[in-house]
């Protein structure tokens, strides 16, 4: 009766038959375990296979083994469906001088974890058929060639010419390497290079035909370079184009002393080359990528402009508010107020002149809420112009600020008042007047400080302690300005504030004085008069 027989040999489980001449009675049903060798009957693994699975599942694991040899076809088939689901079993291999068969095949398949097989033979079909499956196949019978193809590749097995992804061919071919390469294509699914040791024209077609005929694809000749001639060359040109639609190319090769001796002449070149590419593409790709960003931010708030337009003009048409502001404040700007409608946050229009700089004015619940927000609170990287959290529309603190991003691309926001810091936009005096209004008050504010600081907080104040703290910032921030505009401040006077940034630290800030309205200059006018004819009526 037999028996089969496992033993386990470094990291292999040996699988073989055992013939007893005399047989225990309790062997009959029943198997042997021992540290020396594993006997089972052939009857108890068909009907125990799942035990039997398990039980080699976890010697395999224990002993870590990754092989396993069968003596023959036969111990195959009955023990490859134990090995279905055992992940430790990687390699098969099989003794015999017998061809592969089919039903060995689909027991291979079955097994989720075997990644190769060696076997004697194997017909062609079946090695594509385990190829799918993604399991390699290794045989052990050879092939006699006498074609100096074969024999410089080393092709003597059928496996080998199945998977081989490189080979050397010297030419000129004769008709038996022709014939044995034709063969080789036939058999091959990996090929991926043909290095030939010399230049021929006929050759060099004839492998391009042949691998394009039996469906090889991605194959690339490599031909040695250090002797081309101009014609070759020309000719490898009308090859590549001839083929190209097939996925075949034909690639020139220089030996290594070749190189050696052009390596740093040909570096200096292809660096000049890739450099140039990189610096054409980088500066394409920047223009296009600051012009598509700068024509949609321009939209953007173009539309945003031509809503807020709309709103005003309905508004100053009708004389009616949609949202009415504080009634204890006597609104002097409907316009500014109609915003409200839009935006609640709006507390002010600001206009520069010879600038884009000609917005609503808005105050969010801190300095950060607006820096990515727009004027309808949507998230955007233009953010709006907006005052310091601290200040108020309603009554002016002696400082009131006001910043915007500098979108220098765009010339959205702040992106223009960069001009303010050239003396051909400073020095002229119709741009030194800034216009900043209220819902409640008309205002005019006169520049008196232009200057580029390194990123600080310290002119950033809204309220002073005393006339002492007032005058020495207007000292400071006077001696920063790129010019003295002669103006002179008072410690009864109002100052605004426009802070940009030009860089990652460093800011442009515009410091301007409130202007006396006409009634305020009248009043003081009326009040100088009165006290002249006091005078006058009662000299001292």
């Given at each position: 009766m037999k028996k089969v027989l496992i033993n386990i040999e470094n990291n292999n489980l040996q699988i073989s038959f055992k013939n007893h001449t005399k047989m225990r009675e309790d062997l009959i049903n029943t198997n042997i375990l021992s540290n020396s060798e594993l006997l089972f009957g052939v009857d108890y693994l068909h009907n125990n296979e799942k035990i039997v699975s398990i039980f080699l599942k976890e010697l395999c694991e224990i002993k870590k083994l990754t092989c396993i040899t069968f003596d023959n076809n036969e111990l195959a088939l009955i023990l490859l469906p134990l090995l279905k689901n055992n992940n430790?079993?990687?390699?098969?291999?099989?003794?015999?001088?017998?061809?592969?068969?089919?039903?060995?095949?689909?027991?291979?398949?079955?097994?989720?974890?075997?990644?190769?097989?060696?076997?004697?033979?194997?017909?062609?079909?079946?090695?594509?058929?385990?190829?799918?499956?993604?399991?390699?196949?290794?045989?052990?019978?050879?092939?006699?060639?006498?074609?100096?193809?074969?024999?410089?590749?080393?092709?003597?097995?059928?496996?080998?010419?199945?998977y081989k992804t490189t080979v050397r061919i010297k030419i000129p071919l004769t008709e038996e390497d022709k014939s044995d390469f034709t063969t080789f294509t036939k058999i091959n699914r990996y090929l991926k290079n043909i290095k030939i040791e010399n230049f021929s024209n006929k050759d060099i077609e004839f492998i391009l035909k042949?691998?394009?005929?039996?469906?090889?694809?991605?194959?690339?000749?490599?031909?040695?370079?250090?002797?081309?001639?101009?014609?070759?060359?020309?000719?490898?040109?009308?090859?590549?184009?001839?083929?190209?639609?097939?996925?075949?190319?034909?690639?020139?090769?220089?030996?290594?002393?070749?190189?050696?001796?052009?390596?740093?002449?040909?570096?200096?070149?292809?660096?000049?080359?890739?450099?140039?590419?990189?610096?054409?593409?980088?500066?394409?790709?920047?223009?296009?990528?600051?012009?598509?960003?700068?024509?949609?931010?321009?939209?953007k708030v173009d539309l945003i402009q031509e809503n807020v337009q709309n709103t005003i003009h309905k508004a100053t048409q009708t004389g009616e508010l949609e949202i009415i502001p504080d009634n204890d404040y006597i609104i002097k700007n409907n316009y500014i107020a109609s915003l409200l409608s839009i935006n609640e946050d709006v507390v002010g229009w600001l206009k520069v002149n010879n600038t884009n700089v000609d917005y609503p004015v808005v105050k969010g619940p801190d300095n950060e809420f607006y820096l990515n927000k727009n004027l309808y609170k949507e998230k955007d990287e233009n953010g709006w112009i907006y005052m310091d959290y601290r200040n108020s529309d309603k009554e002016l603190k002696q400082n009131t600020i006001i910043y915007g991003h500098n979108m220098y691309y765009s010339g959205v926001m702040f992106g223009t008042l960069s001009k303010a810091s050239y003396k051909s936009w400073y020095t002229k005096e119709e741009n030194l007047t800034i216009s900043f209004n209220t819902m409640y008050e008309t205002m005019d504010w006169q520049i008196f400080s232009i200057y580029h600081v390194n990123k600080t907080n310290d002119y950033l104040v809204t309220d002073f302690a005393n006339e002492t703290d007032f005058f020495n910032y207007i000292t400071m921030v006077k001696k920063r300005s790129f010019r003295d505009f002669g103006v002179e401040i008072k410690e009864t006077d109002k100052i605004l504030t426009l802070s940009t940034c030009t860089g990652d630290n460093e800011r442009l800030v515009i410091h301007a004085k409130k202007k006396e309205t006409e009634e305020v200059i009248d009043e003081i006018k009326e009040n100088n008069e009165n006290l002249e004819q006091t005078k006058e009526e009662n000299p001292i």
């Amino acid at each position: 009766m037999k028996k089969v027989l496992i033993n386990i040999e470094n990291n292999n489980l040996q699988i073989s038959f055992k013939n007893h001449t005399k047989m225990r009675e309790d062997l009959i049903n029943t198997n042997i375990l021992s540290n020396s060798e594993l006997l089972f009957g052939v009857d108890y693994l068909h009907n125990n296979e799942k035990i039997v699975s398990i039980f080699l599942k976890e010697l395999c694991e224990i002993k870590k083994l990754t092989c396993i040899t069968f003596d023959n076809n036969e111990l195959a088939l009955i023990l490859l469906p134990l090995l279905k689901n055992n992940n430790m079993i990687k390699e098969v291999y099989i003794k015999s001088d017998e061809t592969l068969t089919y039903a060995i095949c689909e027991k291979l398949m079955e097994s989720k974890y075997i990644e190769s097989i060696n076997c004697y033979n194997i017909p062609a079909f079946l090695i594509e058929m385990l190829d799918q499956d993604y399991i390699k196949v290794e045989t052990r019978s050879e092939f006699f060639y006498i074609s100096n193809f074969m024999q410089e590749n080393g092709l003597v097995q059928y496996s080998k010419m199945y998977y081989k992804t490189t080979v050397r061919i010297k030419i000129p071919l004769t008709e038996e390497d022709k014939s044995d390469f034709t063969t080789f294509t036939k058999i091959n699914r990996y090929l991926k290079n043909i290095k030939i040791e010399n230049f021929s024209n006929k050759d060099i077609e004839f492998i391009l035909k042949t691998v394009k005929e039996n469906h090889l694809k991605n194959v690339t000749i490599h031909i040695p370079g250090n002797n081309i001639k101009e014609k070759q060359i020309e000719f490898l040109k009308n090859e590549n184009k001839k083929w190209n639609k097939f996925h075949l190319k034909c690639k020139l090769s220089y030996s290594d002393d070749y190189l050696k001796e052009n390596i740093f002449k040909q570096m200096i070149l292809n660096t000049i080359k890739i450099c140039g590419l990189i610096i054409i593409i980088l500066v394409g790709s920047v223009i296009a990528f600051v012009g598509t960003r700068n024509y949609f931010s321009m939209k953007k708030v173009d539309l945003i402009q031509e809503n807020v337009q709309n709103t005003i003009h309905k508004a100053t048409q009708t004389g009616e508010l949609e949202i009415i502001p504080d009634n204890d404040y006597i609104i002097k700007n409907n316009y500014i107020a109609s915003l409200l409608s839009i935006n609640e946050d709006v507390v002010g229009w600001l206009k520069v002149n010879n600038t884009n700089v000609d917005y609503p004015v808005v105050k969010g619940p801190d300095n950060e809420f607006y820096l990515n927000k727009n004027l309808y609170k949507e998230k955007d990287e233009n953010g709006w112009i907006y005052m310091d959290y601290r200040n108020s529309d309603k009554e002016l603190k002696q400082n009131t600020i006001i910043y915007g991003h500098n979108m220098y691309y765009s010339g959205v926001m702040f992106g223009t008042l960069s001009k303010a810091s050239y003396k051909s936009w400073y020095t002229k005096e119709e741009n030194l007047t800034i216009s900043f209004n209220t819902m409640y008050e008309t205002m005019d504010w006169q520049i008196f400080s232009i200057y580029h600081v390194n990123k600080t907080n310290d002119y950033l104040v809204t309220d002073f302690a005393n006339e002492t703290d007032f005058f020495n910032y207007i000292t400071m921030v006077k001696k920063r300005s790129f010019r003295d505009f002669g103006v002179e401040i008072k410690e009864t006077d109002k100052i605004l504030t426009l802070s940009t940034c030009t860089g990652d630290n460093e800011r442009l800030v515009i410091h301007a004085k409130k202007k006396e309205t006409e009634e305020v200059i009248d009043e003081i006018k009326e009040n100088n008069e009165n006290l002249e004819q006091t005078k006058e009526e009662n000299p001292i």
